[in-house]
């Protein structure tokens, strides 16, 4: 191991810190603790980077839609991105690792698998960041399938479709890479922009795409949104020579601090006497619980691919949508949550279930930024990973469309009483995380097991920045879309749910290749989700 290998940093002095164990904790400046700029992960932090170092996720992506197009070497842009990346260093760190160079091999070997380490490893902030660090379309790594993803979107008539999806979602970020942060854009140009082939890079609709280390849906979808208000204040559009964005040795005192682990404001471990309860059902599930046809789930490198499929609900239907969830005492999440289920069975889905296979697991991710005290989410945890989840199995007979509205019902109020902690909670325990190594647990939990079910994930609708934006703004957000592949995660099928005021409500869909035996019989289930949704909807509006 190089111990004394030195990382890009500020001063000279490098101390090495150790863990409690006596394990290398990994070179860091201590200067950069103090000034909070450097940090150990929290649990959370540390889930989601492990699953990429166990290679068991591979990324979530935002597609956003500007109403108009920019030049990112624009002098608005990069310092719309410096001021975001001041205030906000969390979207500007990279993991320091146990070794150096990075071992990936260090952390699938036994010598690491074997030992607990409850100090998980450093967070810090990048030593400088230049254009080239955030765009995909510069890096030499990324090019041909940026390249792929660029013709896909000229062929598609310059539209975000299924391929292109498909073609995103296999894109790896590093998650220690001493130049680059957890996430890249893309940037895709406007149609008016290519006809006039100018020179530079100008993008109408930008794909964020993370690896899920320290950001979630919402990160992104907080990113565009920062970036239009900073372009709305912003005058000059003329091009720079200095790609740029900060050299952290010049501009440190201009970066705010990262804040604390968000599982350090909020308590996610269950209490002890809930536990048995909890284990009892995890068991319960295992037996009774549906599984499909895909192939039992391996690492992320070495398992079969999934099919996208993108459903948009135009605004005055997204409205009709709201009208009757709410008229019916609903929420969204559950109204969705019952047309998915409703659709699967519609669809024959479950005809060929096993006898014992009762169960249809359902996860539903939580946001938890709106469980924290004050001003806390919209100030310190706007970005990070600040999500929660909720798995629950439904009795797959009642999935039947005649009793619609009373299975929505009952769904809306399982989603608002429930404790959407309790499951990454247990990982946090003392006596889980101080015992055993978590990589270790959760890769043999997560691997060689058959899919079930589903997980459902709405960030809900944008309510800024749209089409209700001032007409003194001269920037807006016009359309977004979340997507995500189901990685080693065992569902067979992510419904990935968000809307804007102009691009109405999109659902992206996707599911583990031989969940169904086909991509038709996907687009099947899809086009059935569809149908039943406005079924559904327009009954409850129409004039008795
Ligand atoms: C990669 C990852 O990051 S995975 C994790 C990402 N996922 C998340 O973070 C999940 C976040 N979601 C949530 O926290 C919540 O479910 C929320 C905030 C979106 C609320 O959604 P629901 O629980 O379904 O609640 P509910 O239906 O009561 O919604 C509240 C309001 O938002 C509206 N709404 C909710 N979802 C949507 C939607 N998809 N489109 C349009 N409007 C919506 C409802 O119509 C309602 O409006 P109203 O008060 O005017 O009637």
């Not at 700029?37 to 591979?58: I, K, T, V, W």
């Not at 019989?521 to 086009?527: E, G, I, L, R, T």
């Amino acid at each position: 191991m190089e111990k004394d290998k030195k990382l890009e940093g500020v001063v000279e002095t490098t101390a090495l810190l150790v863990n409690e164990d006596g394990s290398d904790a990994g070179s860091i400046d201590p200067v950069l603790i103090e000034r909070g700029h450097a940090r150990r992960m929290g649990h959370l932090e540390n889930y989601f980077a492990l699953l990429q170092r166990q290679d068991l996720y591979s990324n979530f992506s935002i597609y956003g839609q500007f109403n108009r197009s920019i030049d990112v070497r624009s002098k608005a842009f990069l310092a719309a991105l410096k001021d975001i990346f001041c205030k906000n260093p969390i979207l500007v760190h990279t993991i320091v690792p146990k070794r150096y160079p990075y071992e990936e091999e260090y952390y699938r070997s036994e010598e690491y698998l074997n030992e607990p380490f409850p100090e998980h490893d450093y967070i810090k902030v990048l030593p400088r960041l230049s254009l080239e660090s955030v765009i995909l379309n510069f890096q030499e790594t990324q090019q041909q399938v940026v390249s792929e993803i660029i013709a896909q979107y000229r062929r598609d008539d310059y539209q975000v479709k299924n391929v292109l999806t498909e073609l995103v979602s296999q894109i790896r970020i590093p998650i220690c890479d001493p130049g680059k942060p957890n996430w890249g854009l893309i940037c895709l140009p406007m149609k008016v922009d290519d006809e006039k082939k100018e020179e530079g890079v100008r993008f109408g609709k930008v794909i964020y795409v993370s690896n899920h280390c320290c950001a979630d849906a919402m990160t992104g979808i907080n990113l565009f949104q920062d970036i239009i208000a900073n372009l709305n204040r912003a005058t000059d559009e003329s091009v720079s020579d200095d790609t740029t964005i900060f050299d952290y040795s010049v501009d440190h005192s201009a970066i705010s601090k990262i804040p604390i682990p968000i599982t350090d404001r909020i308590d996610y471990r269950p209490a002890l006497s809930s536990l048995p309860k909890f284990m009892v059902s995890t068991m319960l599930k295992k037996y009774f619980d549906y599984r499909s046809n895909a192939p039992e789930t391996k690492r992320i490198s070495e398992q079969n691919a999934n099919w996208h499929s993108i459903v948009n609900f135009p605004s005055e239907q997204m409205d009709v949508i709201r009208t009757a969830v709410r008229t019916q005492g609903c929420s969204v999440t559950a109204f969705l949550q019952t047309c998915l289920s409703v659709a699967l069975q519609n669809s024959g889905v479950f005809q060929n279930r096993r006898y014992s296979e009762l169960g249809f697991d359902i996860s539903v991710p939580s946001d938890t930024r709106r469980i924290l005290p004050g001003d806390l989410a919209a100030d310190q945890y706007k970005y990070g990973s600040n999500v929660a989840g909720l798995h629950y199995s439904y009795f797959i007979p009642s999935f039947q469309e005649t009793e619609f509205w009373p299975l929505t019902q009952y769904y809306t109020g399982v989603l608002r009483g429930a404790d959407y902690l309790i499951g990454l909670g247990t990982i946090m325990l003392d006596f889980v995380y101080k015992k055993q190594n978590i990589d270790k647990l959760i890769s043999e939990s997560y691997l060689g097991n058959r899919r079930g079910g589903i997980i459902l994930s709405n960030v809900g609708a944008l309510v800024t920045g749209g089409a209700e934006a001032t007409k003194a703004d001269r920037w807006t957000l016009r359309d977004l879309k979340f997507v995500q592949d189901v990685g080693v995660l065992n569902f067979s099928y992510v419904v990935n749910v968000v809307s804007t005021p102009a691009g109405g409500m999109n659902v992206c869909l996707s599911c583990a290749q031989g969940s169904l035996p086909s991509r038709a019989q996907f687009d099947a289930v899809c086009a059935e989700f569809q149908h039943l949704v406005s079924r559904q909807t327009q009954t409850q509006t129409q004039p008795q």
